[in-house]
């Protein structure tokens, strides 16, 4: 293959896609360090030959231009996309829609797309691989709030260079709308909402930005400022994503039924978690959590199945919110009597 060939596949892979550009002194210095020193004008004339075969945009109002390809533009360079990988996204298609906000899905729909004509292609069974695939998310389907494209690209693109960014910010306790200049350390995608975890300048410790409350993000181009020891698994494992009620850990004792809770042998509570059986019908688990809201949300709903051997304080919490909630439940079903008796007086 002719240096120029080479030359051609390499300025394709490196020109990105809508509303990302480069510029073709960019591009002259990317070609430089792999070794394929090109003019800039050599670089401009390449690109409008390769535009007539591929769909590649221009800003022309930008000196030097800025190249780009469609935002649509199907994935047919090479290499082609075989069976496997086709496969694999869709795949990741089914499991991310449920759990992404639709603008970032939007980024990875000219992938989707591909994978979809290929496997229509496919005559074998593989084909009709898409029909035989579904992912069920536990909970309720609850409506995705929708992420401005501009905030969330700004968030992506100041975490992989380690910027800082401006928002414009909401939260639910400010009476209007702020500009806040945020250190952001990490993205957290919680159903349903997506995270920035960062720092905001002026106020004290680390926040937790839900993006669908931010108008308008900007990017600066100045290095994030990290707080000492900061890693966003150890900050996840604390239960800072949890709502925490307090920064102390919770031992827990359990006793729970079998085979309903079976499954924790599977999905441990916790790093520390030990299961003892004592019977055929229930066994004991004791395990180290954080003490926070996710916690007593899991231990009401599975209030049938089990017992709080420890901490006694939680079991008195829990208790107290299922007698409050069957105390309210009790008494809507007291004032329907004399409602349904109403309505089958009625002529």
């Not at 221009?58 to 996309?81: G, T």
Request: charged content about 25%.
């Amino acid at each position: 293959m002719s240096e120029t060939a080479i030359r051609y596949l390499t300025m394709l892979r490196l020109v990105p896609r809508y509303p990302g550009t480069i510029t073709t002194t960019e591009l002259a210095e990317r070609l430089s360090d792999r070794e394929m020193p090109v003019t800039k004008r050599s670089i401009q004339r390449d690109l409008e030959k390769l535009s007539a075969f591929f769909p590649l945009v221009v800003d022309a109002e930008c000196r030097p231009f800025r190249w780009s390809f469609e935002r649509d533009a199907a994935l047919d360079l090479i290499p082609a996309l075989d069976l496997p990988a086709a496969l694999t996204f869709e795949l990741a298609h089914a499991y991310l829609r449920p759990i992404l906000p639709p603008r970032a899905l939007s980024h990875l729909k000219p992938h989707f797309d591909a994978a979809q004509r290929i496997l229509a292609r496919e005559r074998s069974g593989l084909g009709g691989w898409p029909d035989k695939v579904r992912v069920i998310n536990r909970g309720l389907d609850s409506h995705m709030p929708e992420v401005e494209t501009d905030v969330l690209e700004t968030v992506t693109e100041a975490l992989l260079r380690e910027f800082k960014c401006k928002l414009v910010y909401k939260a639910r306790n400010w009476p209007q709308p702020e500009e806040i200049l945020v250190n952001p350390l990490g993205l957290v995608f919680r159903d349903p909402n997506v995270y920035l975890i960062g720092t905001i300048e002026g106020r004290e410790g680390i926040r937790q930005l839900v993006l669908h409350r931010s108008s308008e993000g900007r990017l600066l181009k100045k290095p994030v400022e990290r707080p000492d020891g900061f890693d966003l698994d150890l900050y996840i494992a604390s239960g800072a994503m949890g709502i925490l009620h307090s920064d102390k850990p919770v031992f827990l004792h359990l006793r729970c039924d079998k085979p309903v809770l079976n499954h924790l042998a599977e999905s441990p509570l916790g790093f520390d978690q030990v299961m003892t059986d004592i019977d055929e019908n229930s066994f004991d688990v004791k395990v180290t959590v954080g003490d926070t809201q996710d916690l007593r949300w899991w231990l009401t709903a599975q209030a049938m199945h089990l017992d709080i051997i420890e901490p006694i304080w939680l079991r008195r919490e829990i208790c107290a919110n299922l007698a409050n909630g069957q105390a309210r439940n009790k008494e809507m079903t007291s004032q329907e009597m004399p409602l349904k008796h109403l309505l089958s007086s009625r002529p």
